[in-house]
C-alpha cells in the first residue's frame, strides 16, 4: 500500500523523537515539554487555563459557547514520566472542538519522583473534583492515551470500588494494559516510536516495589465488570496493540460494552499528529463515540 506524503514525513521524524525518549534525561525532558507548552499559542474560539485541583495542577480547555453541564475528562501520556506536551494540547483542543465539550486535562504527578499510585491518585481526585463542581456522572466521559489509557482504565476501576458514580463512556488511545511484560528487551517488537530502553526505564519507575500484577497498575489482571462503555484505539505497527487486544478481551469477558478498532500502518498515539489523515478519522471517531454517550440535550 502507498502512504502519503504526510505520512512518510512524519515517520522519517519519528526516529529522533524514538531517540530522545530512550536517552535524553526525564528532568531536561520535561523542562523542554514545558517551555514548549508555555509558548503555544490557543485559538481565539478556546479557553485554555490553569487551575488547582485540591492542590494538584490541572487545566481547562474550552470551546466558545460549549455546554457548562458536561465535560471530558482528559488524561495524557508520556510513560509516566513525561508531562504535557504541545501535540497533546493541539490534540485535546482539536478535540474539544469537534466534541464542542470542555476538557479538564490532568497534570498528574511523574514519575520518577512519584511512582505508584500518585498518577492514579490524581486523576480519581480530578474526577471526584468534577462531581463536587455539580457535574453529573452522566454529563463526563474520560479518555487517555498511553499511560493516560491505563490510568483511564485504572481510574474506572477505582471509582467503581469505592462507590462512586461512573462517567458515561471512556476512550483508550494505544493504553498499556499489562506492565509485567515490558522488562524484558526481547519482549519488545519493534516500534516505530517506542524505544525497548525507554519503556523499561518507565516500568520500573512506574512500578518502584509494587506488584506489576496489581490490577490498578496492570489493569488485564483486574475485574472489568461494572466499567462504562469502551473505545480503544490501537496502531497496527505499535508494540503495545496486546495490549490493546487483550484490554478489549477483558472487557468482553466481563460484559462491558467495548469496540477496538485498528489502523493500519498506524504507530503509538499517531492522533497526535493532525495533518495525519488516519489521526482525523480516529478522533472523529472518539468524538462521535463519547459526544453519543453524553447524552446531550436537545437545543
Not at 531536561?28 to 490557543?42: D, F, H, P, V, Y
Not at 480547555?61 to 508531562?83: C, K, R, T, W
Not at 500518585?118 to 479518555?143: H, M, N, P, T
Not at 469505592?162 to 517488537?189: F, H, Q, R, W, Y
Request: glycine residues 6%; contains cysteine.
Amino acid at each position: 500500500m502507498v502512504t502519503s506524503q504526510t505520512e512518510q514525513k512524519i515517520r522519517r521524524s519519528l526516529p529522533v523523537i524514538r531517540f530522545m525518549q530512550a536517552y535524553m534525561p526525564s528532568g531536561l525532558a520535561n523542562r523542554i515539554i514545558e517551555l514548549s507548552t508555555r509558548n503555544s499559542q490557543e485559538p481565539d474560539d478556546i479557553t485554555r487555563k490553569k487551575i488547582s485541583v485540591n492542590g494538584k495542577s490541572c487545566e481547562w480547555i474550552i470551546p466558545q459557547n460549549s455546554p457548562e453541564d458536561q465535560v471530558l475528562l482528559y488524561i495524557h501520556g508520556g510513560a509516566f514520566m513525561f508531562g504535557l506536551t504541545a501535540l497533546h494540547i493541539e490534540m485535546i483542543i482539536h478535540l474539544a472542538r469537534i466534541m464542542n465539550t470542555r476538557v479538564l486535562v490532568v497534570n498528574y504527578r511523574l514519575t520518577p519522583e512519584h511512582p505508584f499510585p500518585a498518577a492514579l491518585d490524581d486523576c480519581v481526585a480530578a474526577y471526584r473534583w468534577l462531581l463536587q463542581q455539580g457535574f453529573a456522572s452522566e454529563k463526563i466521559v474520560v479518555a487517555g492515551d498511553s499511560a493516560g489509557g491505563n490510568l483511564t482504565i485504572t481510574t474506572l476501576m477505582k471509582l467503581r470500588d469505592s462507590g462512586d458514580p461512573i462517567p458515561a463512556a471512556a476512550a483508550c488511545l494505544s493504553p498499556v494494559t499489562d506492565l509485567t511484560n515490558k522488562d524484558d528487551p526481547s519482549s519488545l517488537e519493534q516500534d516505530p516510536l517506542l524505544h525497548p530502553k525507554m519503556v523499561i526505564k518507565a516500568n520500573r519507575y512506574y512500578l518502584a516495589d509494587h506488584n506489576a500484577q496489581n490490577p490498578l497498575i496492570s489493569p488485564v489482571y483486574g475485574d472489568w465488570r461494572g466499567l462504562p462503555p469502551l473505545l480503544i484505539h490501537a496502531g497496527e505497527d505499535e508494540i503495545l496493540l496486546n495490549d490493546a487486544a487483550r484490554g478489549e478481551m477483558m472487557a468482553k469477558k466481563a460484559g462491558v460494552d467495548v469496540r477496538l478498532e485498528i489502523y493500519p500502518r498506524m504507530w503509538h498515539v499517531w492522533q497526535l499528529y493532525l495533518d495525519l489523515p488516519e489521526a482525523l478519522l480516529s478522533l472523529d471517531d472518539i468524538a462521535q463515540f463519547l459526544g453519543t454517550h453524553l447524552k446531550k440535550e436537545a437545543n
